[in-house]
């Protein structure tokens, strides 16, 4: 493996490995600073989580656009250096409203993954593309279940200790960036437009390829049904089979590591037997089994065993980028990944506010019916609706 290629994928791990490392300690750290009560720190809470998605979707494709003009090379690098910033102004906080402006200057930085997307797209065939983006995947399905583990043992040395470990981590990253990554981006480069710039002006954009246009519709489809795990997972096995901390921890850490072995392991010959669409079609396919069953299995170590099942739904995401990045040039791959980047933040602000009040409506004393998967029923129409937009032909649009 390439020492680019280990830092792009190092860049994604150490990225959703300090978003992680910093949950177990937050509760704590935000009663420090406000001097609220538990329930007032959830709120708070829940607040800066949705800030930093609402940045990424608004500063996603400028991050993108810019990396296709100026290089990947120097977003990357700049990216890294203010997320070092964003988590010592977090570890030094004394008030709430500057952990309020961290999350905000950490959102705006959260276009790691999208341009190290980008990079690894400039460097990789269209037709390996696919394979490449399960890498990235499983970089942050790996991160994804370090990163609460290691947060919660620095947690036991003070609030702070996770936050200096995540400004160390980026540090070392970034020096790691500044002496094995080249620039990757040839020499063709577009003009800086404020189309191209803006979320809004991106999708219409990009709405306009065919075969782009549907991929994008899909994946935020897909998104926002996948979302569903992290906004009322803990929520639904609490209800359903009285599930402690301790037993739905071990659930996320399940997921998380099936993700990262069907990204980083199975996607190879998956891609290999079914070529990109089948790989598509197979992750909507696993995705839709796995909220049916959901729904169905009445016990807790069924449930459990369900996990694999779903992550097999993982193989959608990177068939998927395959498919749209090979429909475009050198020049639009910093677009697309910053397109792709704000579609799914979007669906990490929707979903929580849509599935815990989907979760409340039918498990709240009285409802009828009682139903505590009500919202992986609404995953699964999602879900259901990307099959038949997948499975419709798609006529071109005329061309004039």
Do not use: K
Not at 38 to 56: F, H, N
């Amino acid at each position: 493996m390439s020492p680019r290629l280990v830092f792009l994928l190092s860049t994604v791990t150490i990225d959703a490995m300090g978003i992680g490392l910093i949950l177990p300690v937050m509760p704590d750290l935000i009663r420090e600073v406000s001097g609220g009560t538990l329930a007032d720190a959830a709120l708070w809470g829940g607040v800066l989580s949705t800030l930093y998605a609402l940045m990424q979707f608004l500063f996603a494709p400028l991050m993108g656009h810019l990396s296709d003009i100026h290089g990947r090379r120097p977003v990357l690098l700049i990216t890294l250096a203010v997320m070092v910033v964003d988590y010592v102004v977090m570890a030094l906080a004394q008030t709430l409203w500057l952990l309020l402006a961290a999350r905000a200057l950490g959102g705006l930085a959260a276009a790691t993954q999208s341009t190290a997307s980008a990079a690894l797209a400039d460097i990789t065939p269209p037709q390996d593309r696919a394979r490449r983006f399960g890498l990235i995947g499983a970089a942050f399905g790996l991160g994804f279940v370090l990163g609460p583990l290691l947060g919660g043992l620095l947690g036991e040395l003070g609030t702070r200790a996770p936050f200096w470990a995540a400004a160390a981590l980026a540090g070392a990253n970034a020096l790691l960036g500044l002496v094995v990554l080249p620039e990757t981006v040839g020499a063709a480069r577009p003009r800086f437009t404020l189309g191209r710039a803006n979320p809004l002006g991106v999708f219409l954009s990009l709405s306009r390829l065919d075969g782009v246009r549907r991929g994008l519709v899909l994946f935020f489809l897909y998104q926002l049904a996948f979302a569903t795990y992290p906004a009322v997972w803990a929520y639904f096995v609490a209800a359903r089979y009285g599930w402690d901390a301790g037993m739905t921890g071990l659930s996320l850490g399940l997921f998380g590591i099936s993700m990262a072995l069907v990204q980083g392991v199975l996607i190879g010959p998956v891609l290999t037997r079914c070529g990109p669409s089948g790989t598509v079609l197979a992750g909507l396919l696993f995705s839709a089994l796995s909220f049916a069953a959901i729904l169905w299995a009445p016990t807790g170590p069924l449930a459990l065993a369900i996990v694999p099942l779903a992550a097999l739904g993982a193989l959608f995401g990177p068939a998927i980028q395959g498919v749209m990045s090979a429909r475009l040039g050198p020049d639009r791959q910093g677009e697309l990944q910053g397109a792709l980047g704000a579609a799914a933040a979007v669906s990490m602000v929707l979903a929580p506010l849509v599935m815990t009040r989907v979760f409340a409506h039918f498990t709240a004393p009285g409802a009828e019916p009682r139903l505590a998967g009500a919202p992986f029923a609404l995953a699964l129409g999602l879900v259901l609706l990307a099959l038949v937009l997948f499975l419709r032909p798609e006529r071109p649009r005329a061309v004039t």
